[in-house]
């Protein structure tokens, strides 16, 4: 199944069975814009580094590798409750686009993997900046990551490491209690860069049977007129619960029949 038809699916089954729940979920890269839009978002006091800084310099030593948790592949007709273990294993990874993952094995041979089969990466940052910003948002000291991020994004990581980077910033915003600029987000710095498909999860969707504020209900009537399907999607999301409940019905509908 598709990754665009798996979110939206996800979405429609969750939100009929999470009703007065909230379910959250923890061309490349413009590092100047995005600083502008973080210190308006996250500018915050944020708390003393030193213990995130000391955990991130543990991983300095040895780890040099990055690790994979692969999934087993779709069957037509099969019970997806029913399917057989993944797979893990360990490289050094090249590229992790919408399409595939190539990584060195131990060999130095390189390998080749489906996208949408991989369920899990632990990455092996390839700077101290970004390793620190990882370490605050383990430590969820998400304020933090304001003034740390743009200086990861800048450290010379190669562009899959940035997109992980980027779908941490989002959680945090989210986290936060910004969802309308986590939407932001994801959709100018995730979707707009042929995202690994595990990272839609990261998407802000609304998971609650509660109306959001104005200022995000405008943005997400914005969202639901793009003629962009991850747009779309995520403005539908926050707009079934409103005024709009019908136009956004409607919209998941047609989503459901495409082919991204």
């Known amino acids: 199944m598709k990754t665009l ?23 490349l890269l413009a590092v100047v814009s995005l600083r502008t839009s973080i210190a308006i978002v996250l500018a915050c006091q944020h708390p003393a580094l030193a213990e995130s800084e000391a955990n991130a310099k543990k991983t300095l030593a040895v780890e040099s590798i990055d690790r994979i948790w692969y999934g087993p592949a779709a069957v037509r007709g099969r019970d997806i409750w029913d399917l057989p273990e993944g797979l893990y294993f360990e490289g050094k990874i090249q590229e992790f686009d919408a399409l595939r993952l190539v990584y060195l094995d131990d060999m130095g041979r390189k390998r080749e993997l489906e996208s949408q089969r991989v369920e899990r990466v632990d990455v092996s940052w390839s700077s101290a900046q970004a390793r620190l910003v990882h370490q605050m948002y383990l430590d969820r000291k998400y304020g933090a990551i304001a003034g740390l991020i743009n200086s990861a994004l800048a450290s010379g990581i190669p562009h899959w490491q940035q997109k992980m980077l980027v779908a941490e910033l989002v959680e945090a915003a989210d986290a936060l209690g910004n969802t309308r600029s986590a939407g932001g987000f994801f959709l100018k710095y995730l979707a707009e860069a042929s995202p690994p498909p595990l990272l839609y999860a990261t998407m802000p969707l609304c998971w609650t049977s509660g109306e959001a504020d104005s200022a995000l209900l405008t943005e997400a009537g914005k969202w639901l007129s793009s003629s962009k399907e991850p747009e779309s999607l995520l403005g539908a999301s926050w707009l079934l619960n409103g005024t709009r409940a019908e136009e956004a019905k409607q919209r998941l509908g047609k989503l459901k029949t495409s082919t991204n």
């Open 5 to 27: 038809q798996l979110c939206i699916s996800t979405f429609l089954s969750r939100f009929h069975l999470a009703i007065g729940r909230c379910l959250r979920i923890s061309p």
